[in-house]
T-cell receptor, first 114, second 110 residues
Framework: DTGVSQDPRHKITKRGQNVTFRCDPI?????LYWYRQTLGQGPEFLTY????????KSRLLSDRFSAERPKGSFSTLEIQRTEQGDSAMYLC????????????FGSGTRLTVV | KNEVEQSPQNLTAQEGEFITINCSYS?????LHWLQQHPGGGIVSLFM???GKKKHGRLIATINIQEKHSSLHITASHPRDSAVYIC????????????FGKGTTLSVSS
């Protein structure tokens, strides 16, 4: 297992386009998290899955954002009708059933909306 | 919701100096993370601790649950320690997602 993988590493898109990011967690981790990090700030929580169930969503996750984890393994984060303010690093993390144990971050997807 | 404060925001040091970064939080927690992020890089977990002290190489993390305070120490600092150090605690008492401090940017010169 090579850790948490995110794809793509970088994405440049035009304003108004839709984008989708993928996260593959560590295989034995049932918890998966999405965070967003803007320049000079710490990451901010977006949403959390336990297996395939989306259990928490931040108010930052507007209706243009949707996340899925259909089979309880990989997850996707889609942003519709992108805006320049969506430009950020999108980080995925996963952890084991024991709270916080093995909390591991991916390298992130850097989104630039032009 | 938990609030996390880190200090200092920026820190410069000469190689070999002893470094201390502080983190305070507002809501009781079960565990706290110290994380490291290099410029343009991903986040690496350094420590997860719920009590006392942990040591890994030149890094030492301590936590005082009653005082809601944690410190990260770096002994014999080196230029390769230059990075952003972030403290993170549970989002709330029920949740497992994390809320992060704004980070401490450390620059160690030789």
């Amino acid at each position: 297992d090579t850790g948490v993988s995110q794809d793509p590493r970088h994405k440049i898109t035009k304003r108004g386009q839709n984008v989708t990011f993928r996260c593959d967690p560590i295989s034995e981790h049932n918890r998966l998290y999405w965070y967003r990090q803007t320049l000079g700030q710490g990451p901010e929580f977006l949403t959390y899955f336990q297996n395939e169930a989306q259990l928490e969503k931040s108010r930052l996750l507007s209706d243009r954002f949707s996340a899925e984890r259909p089979k309880g393994s990989f997850s996707t984060l889609e942003i519709q009708r992108t805006e320049q303010g969506d430009s950020a690093m999108y980080l995925c993390a996963s952890s084991s059933p024991a709270p916080f144990y093995g909390y591991t971050f991916g390298s992130g997807t850097r989104l630039t909306v032009v | 919701k938990n609030e996390v404060e880190q200090s200092p925001q920026n820190l410069t040091a000469q190689e070999g100096e002893f470094i201390t970064i502080n983190c305070s939080y507002s809501v009781g927690i079960s565990a706290l993370h110290w994380l490291q992020q290099h410029p343009g890089g991903g986040i690496v977990s350094l420590f997860m601790l719920s009590s006392g002290k942990k040591k890994h190489g030149r890094l030492i993390a301590t936590i005082n649950i009653q005082e809601k305070h944690s410190s990260l120490h770096i002994t014999a600092s080196h230029p390769r320690d230059s990075a952003v150090y972030i403290c993170a605690v549970p989002f709330n008492q029920a949740g497992t997602a994390l809320i992060f401090g704004k980070g401490t940017t450390l620059s160690v010169s030789s």
